[in-house]
């Protein structure tokens, strides 16, 4: 996609739900129609919006924030920032999105939204360029520092074939609501990164992970007590090869899609095909539905599926 | 002028200077922009000559603009613009106050031989192309090591522990910073000029700037001819030697009524320390004889020219030691690095090395901690400079910051584009420590994090995928070789390139159609 193109689509997608917004509540609007809670549901896939409208949608379906966040409560929301590339590239999570997602919570009456990533690149440049610490800011939430092994505690994840303890970041620990929003990606290492792979940013220590089977670390930690409450996935530009980090736009196809789900098995194999892969192919995602963690087969899930 | 107000307009500019360098070398944050670095170093004597002299800015004139200014004024550099000079001040007003009858000050004779020998060493081996001498003695260079080695540990230290008070607050505007030392031997000579400055500063005041800095002796040859000047008003003076006794550089005799201007400093304490108004500074009085130089100068001669000629055969001694290092082989799959990797836009090892004086301002500007400062990786001569250090982290493809604070010369500006396709180094794999092969488990942590994908993922057994690099894309920024997991030996690494290459640009393709159904 041409630069300009997403410029334009993003202002244009920005101002309209800003104005959606400002005419007393998105709720209200569907709720004429209003849907069955989200607990029916185990996938909601919408295509064809902007990332910030698909999900005041994909969230309207699944009985509106309200459903995750209480009154009061403490939220975190965790999405890829992995990379020191600017949004276009698709390299982290939309920061519309992620700004949408925020604006979501406040509105269901979080005291308060915290967002981080362990990063690759070098965070600081990565939460800059990445355009998020800038939307968050703009939401009202607080962009928080993953930088140091100090604000990473260690916790043990109870039945772990690999991984049976690590270090993750304080605020997973005291936050009372975690949202995962990672971005759908073609990935080197683990073939495809969604919302189980997500959590390798949430860790003090990845290389343990890659020294002593990588899917399997991946797929244990989803073991792990405190799990994420709702994994919301980009994929409005999926980047099919070159991943995780991509080399040039030409990387990106664009597929403006977004995905909700309680359950992460379930929203990465829809990943997986939506990038034309097996979910079965994908070890990790193998591994977790293996272990009891969520559903992997497409076939059989009750998916919710929306255009727009 | 007789004004004490002399005295009290240096301390002030000195100390905004002094706080401006601290700042400079700590500043961890990356407060200041990059184009700030150029302005606050343009007059830094040595920095500035080596950029024009052997990088050949053309533009970097600070240097021609403090040897004018001390033809005029004396060493007004080392009192109000030399950070090191006056850092010593502040040893020396500790040296004051904690016991004023501990400090040695008072008329002394110079070591003349000691002082004209260093300079002519420096001087001589620079003439030849090694600038080892000159990065030991530099005085910007030695500030800029105390403040990194030792200063910006505890400002970090301190950084801590507010970081850890306010984050019980959930306030992370201030954020923690891991502590990470550097290789022991990179600690001895910045220790050991910490020692040899605050100790002579505390007891002697001036005594190494006038002994052991090279760039103040040089300055002092310029001062003896100097046309503004401290001197005595023959009339007024009781010979009290109160002002010798306030004299950091020991220069003033006053029994003769006489001022050393080689070693004077223009910090105008002696003006200020006079109670009879006998002490003045301003324009040379042209009746004054100049000392008969005829004597002195000859055998002064005799004695530059032999050591230029001995030094000529040492500094071969030294390069023969190796600045570009030899080829070591093991047998063992250690990472078998042949060069060292000096950083983007330093064109190479010999240039780089012959340009860098280890001011450590690149180690501490840069956002990754990448650059290290080097022991005996360059060779014994080349201790502290910088090289990449891909185990304390890798280069940002998108940063050129380095490039933009080097003051030598020896990190040239580099745009971002034509970084990008800066060829420091070539990955290496090592198929033997590489866990795919070891453990028969996925990893590509090292693909995962290039750049320009020059290490890819090719089939290997089963489903299996192991890296493979593309020489010709790789520009050796030393993402896989930091995110490597195997230890203690990295299954891929960074091989220096002695001369820095151009990389080929990644090829690119198309992708094929979208798809606008959800394929489930």
Known sequence: ?308 | MKSSALKHIRTVFAVLVLLLFVFLFVDFRGVLGDKAFGPILYLQFVPSFLKFVIAGVVTSTGFIIVLILTLLTGRTYCSFLCPLGILQDTFSRAGGLVKRRFRKYGYKKPYTILRYSILVITAALLAIGGVYVLTILDPYSTFGRLMTYFVQPVVLVINNLLAGILGKFDIYSVYRVDIKPYELAAYIIPAAFLLLTGLLAFRYGRLYCNTVCPVGTLLGLLSKVSLFRIRFDEDKCTRCGRCAMACKSSCIDFLNKSVDLSRCVNCFNCIDACKENGMSYGLVRLKRQQMNPDETDASRRGFIAGSLVLLAGGSQLLKAQGTTPSPTKDSTVREDRLYPVSPPGSSGIEMFTSRCTACTLCVNACPTNVLQPSTNQYGFAGIMQPRMDFHSGFCNYDCTRCTDVCPTGAIMPLMPEAKKLTQIGKAVFIKENCIVNTEKTACGACSEHCPTKACHMVPFEGRLLIPEVKDEICIGCGACEYACPTRPFRAIFVDGNPIHEAASKPETEELKEVPSEFPF
Request: proline share 4%; glycine share 10%; with cysteine.
């Open chain 1, 1 to 308: 996609m041409k630069r300009r193109n997403f410029l334009r689509s993003s202002l244009g997608a920005g101002l309209a739900a800003g104005a959606f917004m400002s005419f007393g509540g998105y709720e209200k609007a569907f709720a004429g129609k209003r849907l069955p809670s989200g607990a029916d549901y185990d996938l909601i896939a919408v295509m064809g919006g902007e990332p910030a409208a698909m999900f005041d949608m994909g969230i309207q379906a699944l009985g509106g924030m309200g459903t995750f966040v209480k009154k009061g409560q403490k939220v975190l929301v965790k999405p890829n920032i992995g990379w020191d590339v600017v949004p276009e590239k698709g390299g982290n999570t939309n920061p519309a999105l992620v700004k949408r997602i925020i604006e979501h919570c406040y509105r269901a009456g979080a005291k308060e939204v915290f967002v981080f990533d362990n990063t690759c690149d070098n965070w600081i440049k990565c939460y800059k360029n990445s355009a998020i610490e800038q939307a968050v800011k703009d939401a009202g939430a607080k962009m928080v520092p993953g930088n140091s092994e100090s604000y990473y505690q260690e916790v043990t994840i109870p039945n772990g074939k690999k991984l049976t303890k690590a270090k993750v970041h304080e605020l997973v620990l005291s936050s009372d609501v975690f949202i995962n929003v990672p971005i759908l990606k073609h990935h080197s290492s683990a073939m495809m990164t969604g919302a189980l792979k997500n959590m390798m940013g949430v860790v003090w220590d990845r290389g343990y992970w890659h020294r002593n089977h990588l899917n399997q670390c991946i797929a244990d930690y989803a073991l792990y007590s405190k799990k994420p409450n709702l994994h919301v996935m980009d994929a409005y530009n999926v980047m099919m090869r070159n991943g995780p980090r991509g080399v040039s736009v030409a990387d990106l196809s664009n597929m403006k899609s977004l995905m909700l789900s309680t359950d992460w098995v379930a929203i990465d194999a829809a990943g997986a095909k939506l990038m034309g892969k097996e979910p079965s192919s994908v070890e990790h995602i193998a591994l977790a539905a293996g272990m009891g963690i969520g559903k992997m087969d497409l076939a059989t899930m009750n998916i919710h599926r929306m255009k727009m």
